[in-house]
């Protein structure tokens, strides 16, 4: 076991995934305040604005979701093809 071992530099997918991930995180921390914002506010108006952010994070989060699954499926499909073909 070699602990001084160099690691690997990420590849350029290795990092859209980590920024997809982190943005993941971030929309969800966001939906979270705005879902505690919608149960304070009692303005109708302000209530009519705070669904429609709701459901604007959601489609984000859902994009995002989408993203990293597919990112994360074209890695398993290389790093299959790269075994196979050794």
Excluded at 14 to 38: G, H, N, S
Excluded at 43 to 65: C, G, T
């Amino acid at each position: 076991m070699n602990i001084l071992k160099k690691k690997e530099p990420l590849t350029a997918s290795q990092i859209q995934l980590a920024q997809l991930k982190k943005e993941l995180r971030d929309c969800e921390r966001m939906l979270k305040q705005t879902e505690m914002l919608f149960h304070m506010t009692v303005d109708e108006h302000l209530i009519e604005a705070r669904i429609y952010e709701l459901k604007s994070l959601a489609k984000v989060q859902d994009h995002l979701i989408s993203s990293i699954r597919q990112l994360m499926s074209c890695q398993s499909e290389t790093v299959h093809s790269e075994t196979v073909n050794v």
